[in-house]
């Protein structure tokens, strides 16, 4: 079983906000396009450490416990062709938390983008807990087999001016969820008002000016579902 996400009018969380964010990509001007090209906040693929178990990183602080790193063809590298990677349940038996050592300064008020790929090398129940600044959320692993990297993403509007980006796990038995890839894109060329929902996921409502865009996203959403039944 895949972990659940939550569906609005018929379409999922992640999707609605990357069609509103395609919306108002079409809609920005050329120079905000320029921009775009630079929107990278913080992006670690983990190439900057080495193979190690029980590591310190290049980019992180191990804040609580240890985490391991592996891959990059070591004896652990569970899916070859994807580098280094950290094993969030480290090889101390004390589950491991880090946070970034830099300091990010975001847009108040504006929509940003937070994902990391994630993987599961056994069967067992976990949790990912992650944060950027006061935006907190967490992604629950039911038991499910193994399986290589998959993208987890969502989208929240910056209640913090300056922010450091945190992961964490539970479980005390060395063999934790797997992290690859984390990145902070933005700000997105859209604001929204940001609700937080029961679940911890940040819930956007749309303000006035910016339903035209949704409703035009919508309807995009809409045909490309009608070409893949026809299809």
Do not use: C
Not at 5 to 25: E, I, S
Not at 39 to 54: G, L
Not at 115 to 124: G, I
Not at 163 to 181: C, E, H, R, Y
């Amino acid at each position: 079983m895949w972990p659940r996400v939550v569906v609005l009018w018929g379409f999922t969380m992640k999707a609605l906000f990357r069609a509103v964010a395609l919306a108002a990509a079409l809609g920005a001007s050329a120079a905000v396009g320029a921009a775009h090209a630079s929107s990278v906040v913080f992006f670690d693929d983990f190439e900057d450490d080495a193979y190690q178990h029980n590591s310190g990183l290049a980019h992180w602080i191990v804040t609580e416990g240890s985490i391991d790193v592996i891959g990059g063809g070591g004896h652990y590298d569970w899916w070859t062709g994807n580098g280094y990677y950290i094993d969030l349940d480290g090889s101390s038996r004390l589950s491991g938390k880090i946070e970034t050592k830099e300091t990010f300064e975001l847009v108040l008020g504006a929509l940003y983008e937070f994902s990391f790929d994630y993987a599961r090398s056994h069967s067992r129940a976990e949790t990912i807990f992650y944060s950027v600044g006061s935006f907190e959320g967490e992604l629950y692993l039911p038991g499910a087999e193994k399986h290589g990297f998959v993208t987890f993403s969502t989208v929240f509007q910056a209640l913090d001016q300056f922010v450091t980006i945190s992961l964490a796990t539970t479980g005390n038995d060395n063999v934790g969820p797997k992290v690859d890839n984390v990145g902070l894109f933005g700000p997105l060329a859209l604001r929204l008002a940001a609700a937080p929902s029961s679940q911890g996921v940040t819930a956007a409502v749309p303000t006035p000016e910016a339903l035209p865009l949704l409703l035009t996203a919508l309807g995009g959403l809409v045909f490309l579902n009608r070409r893949r039944s026809r299809g």
